[in-house]
Nanobody, 124 residues
Framework: QVQLVESGGGLVQAGGSLRLSCAASGRTSNTYDMGWFRQAPGKEREFVAAIRGSSGSTVYADSVKGRFTISRGNAKNTVYLQMNSLPPEDAAVYYC?????????????????WGQGTQVTVSS
């Protein structure tokens, strides 16, 4: 089993920045793909960003490209999401996810493990 715990969410003014963290424990591995997804009230869960465990390559949703950066910590069991220039529409619960099977990075169904989520609120 893998446990994921997100942190770093909170309230920020539009145009501000936040850095989310995801700490992985248990039967985790550096080869796991890691992703960030988000879900706003009344909307479906959507892909935000992901990093391939085997190569370190990253992918982003078009809506966040150039503003968000996903990265792994030096200890490799932590993943970060740096979010800059936040508009109110980025407000959501952000979830960290892990996939041990190198599936489709943008597809939430391909991820086996999920954190409990962290709330991001952006005031206008």
């Amino acid at each position: 089993q893998v446990q994921l715990v997100e942190s770093g969410g909170g309230l920020v003014q539009a145009g501000g920045s936040l850095r989310l963290s995801c700490a992985a424990s248990g039967r985790t591995s550096n080869t796991y793909d890691m992703g960030w997804f988000r879900q706003a009230p009344g909307k479906e869960r959507e892909f935000v960003a992901a990093i391939r465990g085997s190569s370190g390559s990253t992918v982003y949703a078009d809506s966040v490209k150039g503003r968000f950066t996903i990265s792994r910590g030096n200890a490799k069991n932590t993943v970060y999401l740096q979010m800059n220039s936040l508009p109110p529409e980025d407000a959501a619960v952000y979830y960290c996810a892990a996939d041990p099977r190198a599936g489709r990075l943008r597809v939430w169904n391909d991820y086996d493990y999920w954190g409990q989520g962290t709330q991001v609120t952006v005031s206008s």
